[in-house]
Every structure is written in structure tokens, then in C-alpha cells.
């Protein structure tokens, strides 16, 4: 691909930002190994959710924790944290998903700065930059994070809502998921000969983009 052609580049651009959409309808920031992320967090904590990843072939289910069909059918849980950042390379906002590796090396981080005692405002990641490189895949995903300093650009950044984005599945809708069965869908039917096909579905909880198997972002 050529860098100065205009039309590649563009189309390149629009490409990408529609791979960064995750399924739950934020614009998402992927770790990719052996490339540091630079973000600065929007919210004072996570947002933690409870996903079903293997119950239905590239889908995700955001369990409710309770009266679950898929838990209730064993399968397996993994508990993803959110959270509204500052992508700091191109100074959007997006949501960090992470594992409990993640977590746990941030929480580290924190801790130390916080028994350095040098200032309270160390205590919350708002007030800094947060360097995350990710090493690694599967079980030997490892993660490292490194504060720094540096100023936003802007003051006010329009966060998502994320108990919005990230609402656990209700009953019915499990049942479709489990029977593969399309949502109910508010929409008018096409008239014409589409032969038996079902219309397509479409998932009040959105298909996952990125498994996190695939991307050895997950410890169990
Ligand atoms: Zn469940």
C-alpha cells in the first residue's frame, strides 16, 4: 500500500477504527504484544463484568451472576474489567477491556506509589499516564506498567457509559442464545422470496471481535 495515495489511506484509516469498534459498541483498545499503550483513565475505578466466551461459536454473553442459563450449564466465567481511558497516541477516548493479570500488575503499581508517600495524587491513576506493554501469549501473557507524566490536551473528554454498553443478559434473551435462536428483531420484514433463511440476527448482546483464547489476554 502506498502512503501517499489519499484513497488507500483513507479507507486504511476507517478500516482499522472499524476493527478498534468492539461488539459492545465502544471504540475498544486492544494490547497488542510487544506494543506499549499509553492511556490515561477517565473513571477512579474499572467496571468488572462476568463473560461467557465459549458457549456459542464467537459470541460473547455478559452473565448476570445469578439464574444464569450458561452458568447453570457449566460453562466456563471469566471475569473482564472496563474502563474509559485517553488513547494518548491519538487522543481519543476508548475503553480498556483487561484480564485479572492486568489488574492485579496495576494494582501493584498503585500500591508502591502510594507506600512512597511522595503525594496523594499518586493514589489515583487519573493524574498520570499509565505505560502498558503486554509480553507474551496464552499462559505466558505477562504484563508490564509504567507511570508518566504528561498533561491532556483537552479538558473535558466525553466518557461511555459503560453500565449502559455492558448490561448483563436477562432470561429471555439467554434462551435465544441458547437455542441460536434470532433475537426478536423490531424491524419490518422484507417482502420477496428469501426462501427459508431466517432473517439475519441481531444479538441484543453483540458478538465478541476479539476472543480473548485467541489473544492470550486470559488467566484463569
Ligand atoms: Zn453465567
Known sequence: MSESSPFLQACAEWKKAEQQK???G??????????PIRV?????APLKRVLHYESLKGTTVICPEHDCLFCSRGDKRVDRFFINVVDR???RVKVLEFSAALRDEMFEMVK???????SKELLDPRNYDLV????????????AVAKMDGKLTATDYKSYDLEKYLVPMNPKEMVNKQESRPAPVEVEKPVG???TEPPPVVPSVPDTDENPLDIGDLDL
Open 40 to 44: 490515561r483513565f477517565l473513571d477512579a
Open 22 to 24: 468492539s461488539s459492545f
Open 132 to 143: 502498558i506493554t503486554r509480553t507474551g501469549t496464552g499462559k505466558d501473557t505477562r504484563y
Open 112 to 118: 508502591e506509589l502510594a507506600a512512597s508517600g511522595e
Open 193 to 195: 422470496d428469501f426462501g
Open 89 to 91: 497516541a491519538d487522543d
Open 26 to 35: 465502544f471504540v475498544k483498545l486492544g494490547i497488542k504484544a510487544g506494543v
